[in-house]
């Protein structure tokens, strides 16, 4: 007989999970910080959340959500382990930094129920990845989507690149890139950043839910296999491509411009 998983534990208190019939949803969020950002150790936890879900036959679909305003801004440039990335100071501290973004993702990526994220005001950097790991997407009208790290001195990392690319297309993966161009969840929409849309008075998880109750209703085997096959013919390539990113986002992390922008918002 089948030995039920443990339940799930957060080491940071940040990530949550609660069920409802075969739907999970998974809230992360700081109250102290404003735009909700990601930092290792909350980044270890949602990992470990997705491969707990993993080990959940009776969970076919699983919402992520950050809080009530914010999905999440991105990596938290006043962590300590940034500072360790940036300075260099701490090698094997930097490289956790450095690959614990990427390590969450595969794992979103790769857990077996299927996935839609819910978006409340912004998903920028990292939080537009962790966004791009799902197979779905909910936003609030006017949800803003974008990557500062170029005007942070910095890539973005996680396999965010190859993944935009996959999703919305070369040319606005570009200038969502490159030129730091943001979307509101309008503008999203038609470029396939963005499957459905909630009014402004409608919260994402809402819409989210009731995405999920259609998902749900689906027979579960057949659901399951769909997204696997999907994956293995879309997304399993880009995880090679998001190898490289690794040593990108660690080199640009050690130069003097994101140095410099790391304690600027240290300091603020």
Not at 67 to 79: E, H, R
Not at 95 to 120: D, F, K, N, Y
Not at 200 to 221: H, I, N, S
Request: aromatic share 4%; with cysteine.
């Amino acid at each position: 007989m089948p030995v039920a998983p443990a339940a799930y534990v957060s080491s940071t208190a940040a990530v949550t999970i609660s069920t409802a019939g075969a739907v999970a949803t998974v809230r992360f969020q700081r109250p102290d910080r404003r735009v909700n950002p990601l930092s290792p150790a909350l980044l270890h936890d949602l990992a470990d959340a997705a491969r707990h879900l993993a080990r959940r036959p009776d969970i076919a679909v699983a919402i992520l959500t950050g809080s009530d305003t914010a999905f999440c801004g991105g990596f938290d440039l006043k962590d300590d382990g940034v500072a360790a990335l940036a300075e260099a100071s701490d090698e094997a501290l930097a490289e956790l930094v450095a690959r614990a973004g990427g390590e969450a993702v595969e794992a979103w990526t790769s857990t077996p129920p299927v996935t839609i994220a819910a978006v409340e005001g912004y998903a920028l950097g990292g939080g537009l990845v962790m966004a791009l790991s799902c197979d779905f997407r909910v936003a609030r009208s006017g949800a803003l989507f974008g990557l500062p790290e170029i005007d942070r001195g910095i890539t973005p990392g996680w396999g965010c690149l190859p993944r935009l690319v996959a999703t919305i297309g070369l040319q606005p993966a570009r200038r969502m890139a490159i030129l730091g161009e943001r979307l509101t969840a309008e503008q999203a929409a038609p470029l396939g950043l963005v499957d459905r849309i909630a009014d402004g008075e409608t919260p994402a998880l809402d819409l989210a839910r009731v995405m999920a109750a259609e998902l749900a209703a689906k027979p579960a085997t057949p659901l399951r296999m769909n997204k696997r096959m999907l994956n293995a013919s879309a997304i399993t390539p880009l995880s090679a491509a998001s190898l490289v990113d690794v040593d990108q986002f660690t080199g640009s992390a050690r130069g003097a411009a994101f140095r410099t922008e790391r304690a600027r918002f240290a300091g603020g």
